[in-house]
């Protein structure tokens, strides 16, 4: 690989994690990223005080490329309690892992939105994903997570009011639709492994992975859209608006569109489940009572969860006050104006807490986000393409090669690496 000449284009965390491995075998490697920053869909911004992610997004610590490509130490994180808070008006029951969560064992036992029947297969089939690694579950017969779970014997209650919003907001997809796949790693992860954040937000993954490809000798171009990539002979010839650049080979990580656009190939999977966030923010000292627990919205997506995101990192607001984040599911949310989106927050909060008013509740920020992750029904998975399905000496890298998850898209760009270096060896 040694003088060998990369381009990357794209610096999300597909095309961040294939450029540092091209660079540490000893290729020449160039970024090229439309946008002025780093991250494609992980990304964080900063207002007044406040540290707010574009979207709602959390890292799984016990994701295999996680713990490969990333210091989790030097991350800095701030962990989620296992588990959740189911919410409706005028109750909230906590239902949390008990065998990671010593403390919240007899609010668990005790809730009354979950039968013990569901909390004894809740445990057999943490036991049972547990035996199987990411290969061997996305190999498997495929069905959505609602067939998966009636198959199972969980109740309806249960799947509507506990997974729906819970995986819902995995998935971004209520109605429990989406590849069991995807349910049964996820739920493995969760289990095993912690549910955190960046002190300084999620920005600060791809910026820790930006780092790591410099000081390796990446260099980077930022602000410079690709017009097109070329295979000629045994290379590649990308063109920005500014200038073309000829490599030996060229890897696309940008997201699904834009990739099938530059590339052509017409099994990147475009179809997506999109998302509305907003944050707020309200006074220290608000009581809610929430703890470091995502709230679930038992009978609506309208916000299908609401994070108390401050109490699990402080440092995502200023002293004296608290940030809450909320996310709005399907087609819908999209065409709403953020005041409207804002009130249902204000009145779902005082629903849940009768006993106080929300008046004091401020309205942050709002992402209108269309292509939050690709669809993924069953079957899905089969369909993907491969990192050499690029014509001529172009890869592809993207968590749709994979599977929808910072997992998937990291792994998706060691793939891609590894492709390249096979290749030119």
Not at 99 to 105: K, T, V
Not at 137 to 157: K, N, P, T, V
Request: charged fraction near 25%; proline fraction near 5%.
């Amino acid at each position: 690989m040694d003088d060998s000449h990369i381009a990357v284009v794209g610096a999300g965390l597909a095309g961040l994690v294939a450029a540092r491995h091209l660079a540490d075998d000893g290729a020449d490697v160039t970024v090229v990223e439309r946008r002025d920053d780093v991250g494609g869909r992980v990304r964080t911004r900063t207002k007044d005080g406040f540290t707010l992610d574009r979207g709602f997004q959390v890292l799984f610590t016990d994701y295999p490329a996680v713990r490969r490509e990333l210091d989790l130490d030097a991350l800095d994180l701030r962990r989620f309690t296992p588990g959740a808070t189911i919410c409706r008006p005028s109750r909230r029951a906590v239902l949390s892992d008990p065998l990671r969560d010593i403390g919240s064992l007899f609010e668990s036992v005790r809730n009354p939105e979950v039968t013990t029947s569901d909390k004894l297969r809740t445990l057999a089939l943490r036991q049972d994903v547990s035996t199987r690694d990411e290969d061997e579950i996305f190999a498997a017969a495929d069905r959505s997570i609602r067939s998966y779970l009636r198959d199972w014997g969980f109740s309806e209650d249960y799947i509507e009011h506990f997974v729906a919003p819970f995986y819902g907001g995995i998935t971004l997809d209520r109605s429990l639709s989406s590849s069991k796949r995807v349910f049964e790693y996820t739920f493995k992860m969760l289990s095993t492994g912690s549910t955190a954040v960046p002190a300084a937000g999620m920005g600060a993954v791809p910026e820790q992975l930006a780092d790591a490809a410099r000081d390796e000798g990446a260099t980077f171009r930022l602000g410079e859209r690709v017009e097109s990539v070329e295979s000629r002979g045994d290379g590649a010839v990308v063109t920005t608006g500014r200038e073309s650049l000829e490599a030996d080979a060229v890897v696309v990580a940008t997201d699904p569109k834009e990739a099938r656009r530059l590339t052509g190939v017409g099994s990147i999977p475009t179809g997506a489940h999109g998302c509305v966030t907003q944050y707020y923010t309200l006074p220290s000292g608000s009581g809610l009572d929430a703890g470091k627990r995502i709230m679930l919205n038992a009978p609506s997506p309208d916000p299908n969860t609401v994070v108390p995101l401050s109490t699990v990192a402080p440092e995502y607001a200023p002293p004296g006050r608290e940030l809450l984040n909320a996310t709005f599911l399907g087609a819908a949310a999209q065409d709403e104006s953020e005041e409207a989106l804002f009130e249902k927050t204000r009145r779902t909060l005082e629903a849940w807490y009768p006993e106080r008013y929300f008046d004091d509740l401020e309205l942050l920020h709002t992402d209108y986000i269309s292509f939050a992750q690709f669809a993924q029904p069953p079957g899905v998975h089969e369909s993907l393409p491969d990192a050499r399905d690029a014509p001529g000496r172009a890869y592809l890298a993207g968590d749709y090669t994979a599977w929808s998850s910072i997992q998937g898209a990291m792994r998706s760009g060691k793939e891609a690496a590894d492709a390249v270096r096979d290749d030119l060896s």
